[in-house]
């Protein structure tokens, strides 16, 4: 029968146990000396060997010749213990037998001597789920635990655990582990189970894992079943996850703003049936190493990957400015929010791609599109009216001047003002920051004169909210400022006040295309 190599490579010895020294030298050092606790608190993240020390403490406290603190894990008791068929030695998931009575059946099991070991031990795991009352029949015996009694408690949520119950315990903290450490052990394993594991293969798989040992083996058995040899490329495939090169292929397109390309490579990627949850991430830790490399002067302790992806990284970290980059991180950052709820991951993937697309992209004065949009902008951040201009007319020469129109009378009887196409990103920024606004500004519209916001919203509570509270109108002016990059100041629309000047279909398009990172050819 298979047996999966996280249960078949249970450690068995405290030495055996990886990365955890500071926790096991002194449970051994207990052991040995006959002075251990009669309650421990282990804690620490998944499959870091809570569960594991646990046991071995059982099997050492009790094993009938033991070596120096540890378990012989040969003799009857040791081997019972294992096997589960001595009942001294008691797991109870607490996150299934949380009730008052469980703990009280313990609690009477507990006052009478073992059968056939010296301890009784009990092993409590996830004990933050315990009820309150299983707590309080809990606390009675751990105020004085009869001299045959050991308690092992094990959480991952340290927080949710009662301080009564903390004070009691001798606590010990598991932490993650590190990723060399990890890749060492998946290579003693392979080594032993005849497994062929590259080095790199094995680093990938501990950097998936996170710091937990069980996750590791469970992802090595994976990649298993794919190749008794498992390289990086094993690994890759296993996982789902997008090689290293492709990744750097699609930020090379990304940076030499070249959406065709970089959609490309998102296609190859799905047609090897990658995932894009997964792709997503890789994209933030990649920019997350090129903020690294660009920031860090000795970046290679912070930095996974070979003397050439260290090289190849520093290469586009010099193409993108440190805000680009940052930039970059939040709006994929974004993009994984949304990636996981919604069904159409790749579209999701796409539309952050073709944003990263078009960061810092200069507009090109050849192009007579982008011309218009980028004199549309100047006269936004200028305030100028806007002159009503046949949609084709040519670029005026003045590209670098103020535009010739003299500025607005301070005393207007009537503002200029246009729709602001925009609005229902500026809502969807606000639903993250302000429900309460966003709930009452569903049908609002704005315009805008390049200076101000002008919110036309018939909602009261909008009104109320944004005259008594600071923080809606702050709300407000961040997601304005989250999606135009620029700050507005606010204002109602009043339409005795303004005069709406519809903007041509074709801008709008233009300006849609440009926010969504899509560079506009010639018409
Ligand atoms: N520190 C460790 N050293 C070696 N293997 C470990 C370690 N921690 C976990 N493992 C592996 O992961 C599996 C699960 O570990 P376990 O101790 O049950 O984790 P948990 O901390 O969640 O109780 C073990 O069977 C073992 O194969
Ligand atoms: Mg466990
Ligand atoms: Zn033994």
């Given at each position: 029968m298979?047996?999966?190599?996280y249960?078949?490579?249970?450690?068995?010895?405290?030495?055996?146990?990886?990365g955890?020294?500071h926790?096991?030298?002194?449970?051994?050092?207990?052991?040995a000396?006959?002075?251990?606790?009669?309650?421990y608190?282990?804690?620490?993240?998944?499959?870091t060997?809570?569960t594991?020390?646990?046991?071995?403490?059982?099997?050492?406290?009790?094993?009938?010749?033991?070596?120096?603190?540890?378990?012989?894990?040969?003799?009857?008791?040791?081997?019972?213990?294992?096997?589960?068929?001595?009942l001294?030695?008691?797991?109870?998931?607490?996150?299934?037998?949380?009730?008052?009575?469980?703990?009280?059946?313990l609690?009477?099991?507990?006052y009478?001597?073992?059968?056939?070991?010296?301890?009784?031990?009990?092993?409590?795991?996830?004990?933050?789920?315990?009820?309150?009352?299983?707590?309080?029949?809990?606390?009675?015996?751990?105020?004085?635990?009869?001299?045959?009694?050991?308690?092992?408690?094990?959480?991952?949520?340290?927080?949710?655990?009662?301080?009564?119950?903390?004070?009691?315990?001798q606590?010990?903290?598991?932490?993650?582990?590190?990723?060399r450490?990890?890749?060492?052990?998946?290579?003693?394993?392979?080594?032993?189970?005849?497994i062929?594991?590259?080095d790199?293969?094995?680093?990938?798989?501990?950097?998936l894992?996170?710091?937990?040992?069980?996750?590791?083996?469970?992802?090595l058995?994976?990649?298993?079943?794919?190749?008794?040899?498992?390289?990086?490329?094993?690994?890759?495939?296993?996982?789902?996850?997008t090689?290293?090169?492709?990744?750097?292929?699609?930020?090379?397109?990304?940076?030499?703003?070249?959406?065709t390309?970089?959609?490309?490579?998102?296609?190859?990627?799905?047609?090897?049936?990658?995932?894009?949850?997964?792709?997503?991430?890789?994209?933030?830790?990649?920019?997350?190493?090129l903020?690294?490399?660009?920031?860090?002067r000795?970046p290679?302790?912070?930095?996974?990957?070979?003397?050439e992806?260290?090289?190849?990284?520093?290469?586009?970290?010099?193409?993108?400015?440190?805000?680009?980059?940052?930039?970059?991180?939040?709006?994929?950052?974004?993009?994984?929010g949304?990636?996981?709820?919604?069904?159409?991951?790749?579209?999701?993937?796409e539309?952050?791609?073709?944003?990263?697309?078009?960061q810092?992209?200069?507009?090109?004065?050849?192009?007579?599109?982008?011309e218009?949009?980028?004199?549309?902008?100047?006269?936004?951040?200028q305030?100028?009216?806007?002159?009503s201009?046949?949609?084709?007319?040519?670029?005026?020469?003045?590209?670098?001047?103020?535009?010739?129109?003299?500025?607005?009378?301070?005393?207007?009887?009537?503002?200029?003002?246009?729709?602001?196409?925009?609005?229902?990103?500026?809502l969807?920024?606000?639903?993250?920051?302000?429900?309460a606004?966003?709930?009452?500004?569903?049908?609002?519209?704005?315009?805008?004169?390049?200076?101000?916001?002008?919110?036309?919203?018939?909602?009261?509570?909008?009104?109320?909210?944004?005259?008594?509270?600071?923080?809606?109108?702050?709300?407000?002016?961040?997601?304005?400022?989250?999606?135009?990059?620029?700050?507005?100041?606010?204002?109602?629309?009043?339409?005795?006040k303004?005069?709406?000047?519809?903007?041509?279909?074709?801008t709008?398009?233009?300006?849609?295309?440009?926010?969504?990172?899509v560079?506009?050819?010639?018409?």
């Amino acid at each position: 029968m298979y047996q999966a190599l996280y249960r078949k490579w249970r450690p068995r010895t405290f030495e055996d146990v990886v990365g955890q020294d500071h926790i096991t030298t002194t449970l051994k050092n207990q052991v040995a000396a006959g002075k251990f606790s009669h309650a421990y608190l282990f804690t620490g993240s998944r499959g870091t060997g809570k569960t594991t020390c646990s046991k071995i403490i059982a099997k050492a406290v009790n094993c009938l010749s033991p070596v120096d603190g540890n378990p012989c894990n040969q003799c009857e008791i040791c081997r019972g213990i294992d096997d589960g068929s001595i009942l001294d030695v008691v797991e109870i998931d607490a996150a299934s037998n949380n009730g008052v009575d469980n703990i009280r059946q313990l609690r009477e099991e507990a006052y009478f001597l073992p059968t056939v070991a010296k301890k009784r031990v009990y092993i409590l795991d996830e004990c933050h789920m315990l009820s309150a009352g299983a707590v309080n029949a809990l606390l009675k015996i751990l105020e004085e635990p009869p001299e045959h009694v050991i308690f092992i408690l094990a959480t991952t949520e340290i927080h949710k655990v009662l301080p009564t119950i903390l004070s009691r315990c001798q606590r010990f903290d598991f932490k993650r582990i590190k990723s060399r450490v990890i890749a060492d052990r998946l290579l003693y394993v392979c080594d032993q189970e005849g497994i062929q594991l590259e080095d790199d293969g094995a680093m990938l798989i501990a950097r998936l894992a996170d710091g937990g040992m069980r996750d590791a083996l469970s992802l090595l058995d994976l990649c298993v079943s794919y190749s008794q040899r498992i390289t990086l490329e094993t690994v890759t495939q296993a996982a789902g996850l997008t090689g290293r090169e492709r990744l750097f292929a699609l930020v090379g397109a990304i940076l030499s703003h070249d959406p065709t390309g970089a959609l490309q490579v998102v296609e190859e990627l799905s047609q090897n049936s990658v995932d894009f949850t997964r792709l997503c991430e890789q994209l933030v830790s990649h920019y997350r190493d090129l903020m690294i490399v660009k920031t860090v002067r000795e970046p290679d302790d912070l930095v996974q990957g070979t003397q050439e992806e260290l090289e190849q990284l520093q290469k586009q970290a010099g193409e993108l400015p440190l805000p680009q980059i940052l930039e970059g991180i939040q709006l994929l950052q974004d993009s994984m929010g949304r990636i996981s709820r919604t069904p159409f991951k790749r579209t999701e993937l796409e539309m952050a791609v073709l944003r990263l697309c078009g960061q810092g992209q200069p507009s090109s004065a050849s192009n007579p599109l982008e011309e218009r949009v980028a004199r549309l902008e100047r006269m936004f951040q200028q305030g100028a009216p806007q002159q009503s201009q046949p949609p084709a007319s040519p670029p005026p020469q003045t590209s670098n001047n103020p535009p010739a129109t003299p500025k607005p009378a301070k005393k207007a009887a009537v503002q200029q003002v246009e729709p602001f196409p925009r609005w229902a990103e500026v809502l969807e920024q606000l639903k993250k920051r302000n429900g309460a606004l966003y709930g009452a500004m569903v049908e609002s519209r704005a315009f805008t004169n390049g200076e101000m916001m002008l919110v036309d919203c018939p909602n009261e509570l909008f009104r109320t909210l944004l005259r008594t509270s600071v923080a809606a109108k702050e709300s407000l002016r961040d997601s304005i400022l989250a999606v135009t990059g620029q700050k507005f100041s606010l204002g109602p629309y009043n339409p005795e006040k303004y005069a709406v000047v519809q903007r041509d279909p074709l801008t709008d398009l233009v300006e849609k295309a440009k926010a969504m990172g899509v560079p506009v050819e010639e018409s």
